[in-house]
């Protein structure tokens, strides 16, 4: 077991002043101090980074592009046709949608297209300056509406899923200052997937409303339960996108291609979203549609483009993917693997899972899953595994309501799974002494 002083000591060292809000990066830091001091390695849970190698497909494309010169020549900001053209047939193939090359634009990763797409919402209408969130949530997210200046409201959906799903978001929309809604599906923190008949009522209220939808796939089609890698080919990853045609889908590279790295994902918004005006926009930049503005206006300001040669990169595993050449899938069901042996580890030690249901059904096995111990708040919990080497996030900082803790399976390593189980029959010893 770790002493509290260096404990404490690496807490003053970084200036937390609080553990329980500790960011990711704090916690890792903290973790970080801990270990070079002691030479204890530590239990990575904290960091949602793809722990697998970048898909060879993107890195062979990237490698070639740059060899053919495009490192010297600026991107078009609309993005690379064929990646446009390529994103457009990946989300026919694996959504069952129909998104115009147009509308699909590429973005310097996920985190910048919920950043534009935050900004251009929030300027279509001066009535509705805020962004509902359905949580829980990539905490992140929340300090980027704090970097834009814009309101936020948010409800943890635990105790909203399914039929009450509905009343729930009308009482937000209804009050008519909501600009866009978001969540991420599959869920991070939670790993909980929404299922169709709740983004049906998601997309029918966004159309009632006319509120737009920000559709987080960072984890595409990662609800390992299902068959979700043969192009187009039933069953589909799940979209608000058959039930309103006032969505923006946002792809990653990061996870699905363990391409994070180079920072590349796709915004697609839909053909109806793309081509419609909005007073705002008209009175802020003179004309132009919400997708002209998120393109001409809002990315050019912001990067002028995404890299170039990262766009052959995500054009290539596109287009491998939707031709069937390339399973991406098979590649990160790793994940899905890791979490069902660590859940057993936690589950035999008296943790229970916090977010543990998709109405009838368990929750999948992937990139997170979340843990709470009996008796413990998150913030506790999570304070009190860091002596024995475990480092995680506390829930309270995701907008759950739940008392719990975030775990990533991304970083565990074959050897850790026994390490684990040691770390936490100590745990427990010591939790009993204690009460
Ligand atoms: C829900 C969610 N959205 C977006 C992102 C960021 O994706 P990107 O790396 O493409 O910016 C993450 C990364 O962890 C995430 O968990």
Redesign the pocket.
């Given at each position: 077991m770790i002493s509290s002083d260096i404990i404490q000591k690496a807490i003053t060292e970084l200036h937390i002043k609080d553990l329980s809000k500790a960011t990711i990066r704090e916690v890792v830091a903290i973790a970080g101090k801990i270990e070079k001091q002691t030479g204890l390695e530590f239990i990575h849970m904290e960091m949602?980074v793809p722990g697998l190698p970048a898909a060879e497909v993107g890195v062979k494309a990237e490698i070639q592009a740059l060899k053919n010169g495009v490192a010297s020549i600026y991107p078009i900001i609309d993005g690379l046709p064929e990646l446009k053209k390529e994103a457009s047939r990946f989300i026919k193939a694996f959504v069952d949608l129909s998104v115009s090359p147009e509308g699909c634009v590429p973005v310097?990763?996920?985190?910048?297209?919920?950043f534009t797409s935050f900004l251009v919402a929030g300027q279509c209408d001066e009535k509705r300056d805020t962004i509902l969130f359905i949580d829980p949530?990539?905490p992140?997210?929340k300090q980027q509406t704090v970097v834009l200046g814009y309101k936020y409201e948010s409800f943890d959906v635990y105790e909203f899923r399914g039929d009450k799903l509905k009343d729930k978001l009308e009482s937000y929309l209804s009050k008519g200052n909501i600009s866009c809604i978001i969540y991420?599906n599959p869920?991070?923190p939670g790993w909980f997937c929404l299922k169709e008949k709740e983004l049906q009522i998601i997309g029918e209220l966004a159309t009632q409303y006319d509120v737009i939808v920000l559709e987080?796939l960072?984890?595409f089609a990662m609800d390992f339960r299902k068959e979700l890698g043969t192009p187009f080919q039933p069953p589909f990853q799940v979209s608000v996108g058959k039930y309103t045609d006032n969505y923006l889908l946002?792809i990653?590279?990061?996870?699905a291609f363990s391409y994070?790295g180079q920072?590349?994902?796709v915004v697609a918004m839909s053909d109806q979203l793309y081509n419609r005006s909005y007073p705002g926009l008209t009175q802020r930049y003179g004309g132009g549609t919400f997708g002209s503005v998120f393109i001409h206006r809002a990315l050019y300001a912001i990067s002028s483009g995404t890299s170039h040669s990262a766009q052959y990169a995500l054009a290539a595993m596109m287009k491998a993917a939707s031709d069937g050449d390339f399973r991406f899938l098979e590649d990160v069901k790793e994940y899905g693997r890791r979490a069902q042996k660590m859940k057993a580890i936690f589950l035999k030690h008296g943790f229970e899972i916090v977010y543990d249901r998709d109405l009838d059904e368990a929750i999948a096995d992937g990139f997170y899953f979340t843990i709470r111990y009996p008796g413990m708040s998150g913030d506790e919990l999570m304070a009190a595994l860091i002596p024995f080497g475990i480092s995680a996030i506390s829930l309270s900082t995701t907008g759950s309501n739940q008392e719990g803790l975030r775990a990533c399976t991304s970083f565990i390593k074959d050897n850790q799974y026994d390490l684990l189980d040691e770390r936490l029959t100590e745990f427990t010893r010591h939790r009993n002494l204690c009460l």
């Open positions: 949602g310097v990763g996920s985190m910048q297209g919920t949530g990539f992140v997210q991420s869920n991070n987080d960072a984890y946002l990653s590279g990061s996870k994070a920072r590349i994902g």
